[in-house]
T-cell receptor
Framework: QKEVEQDPGPLSVPEGAIVSLNCTYS??????FMWYRQYSRKGPELLMYTYSSGNKEDGRFTAQVDKSSKYISLFIRDSQPSDSATYLC?????????????FGIGTKLQVIP | DAEITQSPRHKITETGRQVTLACHQTWNHNNMFWYRQDLGHGLRLIHYSYGVQDTNKGEVSDGYSVSRSNTEDLPLTLESAASSQTSVYFC??????????FGPGTRLTVL
């Protein structure tokens, strides 16, 4: 079993829909939780990060962390075609002398006009 | 604006050749990382550095080496390129926390 599980999709939604992207994890030591957006043939771009549990909102994006369930989510409101990309979750804990980051394989999202 | 640049952006080489991929950051971050990204595997850590003269192996380091002679640069060398090393390579940096910032990537093909 992978430490971080993420459905690769693809996920297709109509423009304006609310999108829910999720990851589950098995390592209870994870402390930082991040979401990256990756457009085709580009590098991952940091969207949001949270430390420990709770919610964080930034414009149309909301990140949630539920440590009791080992589950994190990214919600996108009023989705736009420009949101079409692959979304990577990432989680981190201090292990072996460094801040180890484990990435999900990414969920490909397509927002259809 | 601060950024990370990678060069070349695309590279085709032959099996057995030595290849060096460049990474340069102007964030003044101490920590730098190299990842490879393959379908079905996501991002996997190759090597990382926490400062000048510091280098460490990641989970897929066999066949790769790095050196850190200054804060800005962390070149990745493939000693003898193999077809299994065909991949997209990303460099990243961070100040001290887990949050990393990525470069645009280098697409490497080994024939």
């Amino acid at each position: 079993q992978k430490e971080v599980e993420q459905d690769p999709g693809p996920l297709s939604v109509p423009e304006g829909a609310i999108v829910s992207l999720n990851c589950t994890y098995s390592n209870s030591a994870f402390q930082y939780f991040m979401w990256y957006r990756q457009y085709s043939r580009k590098g991952p771009e940091l969207l949001m990060y949270t430390y420990s549990s709770g919610n964080k909102e930034d414009g149309r994006f909301t990140a949630q962390v539920d440590k009791s369930s080992k589950y994190i989510s990214l919600f996108i409101r009023d989705s736009q075609p420009s949101d079409s990309a692959t979304y990577l979750c990432a989680m981190s804990n201090f292990s072996g002398g460094y801040q180890k980051v484990t990435f999900g394989i990414g969920t490909k999202l397509q927002v259809i006009p | 604006d601060a950024e990370i640049t990678q060069s070349p952006r695309h590279k085709i080489t032959e099996t057995g050749r030595q290849v060096t991929l460049a990474c340069h950051q102007t964030w003044n971050h101490n920590n730098m990382f190299w990842y490879r990204q393959d379908l079905g595997h996501g991002l996997r850590l190759i090597h990382y550095s926490y400062g000048v003269q510091d280098t460490n192996k990641g989970e897929v380091s066999d066949g790769y080496s790095v050196s850190r002679s200054n804060t800005e640069d962390l070149p990745l060398t493939l000693e003898s390129a193999a077809s299994s090393q065909t991949s997209v390579y990303f460099c990243a940096s961070s100040r001290g926390s887990a949050v990393q910032f990525f470069g645009p990537g280098t697409r490497l093909t080994v024939l």
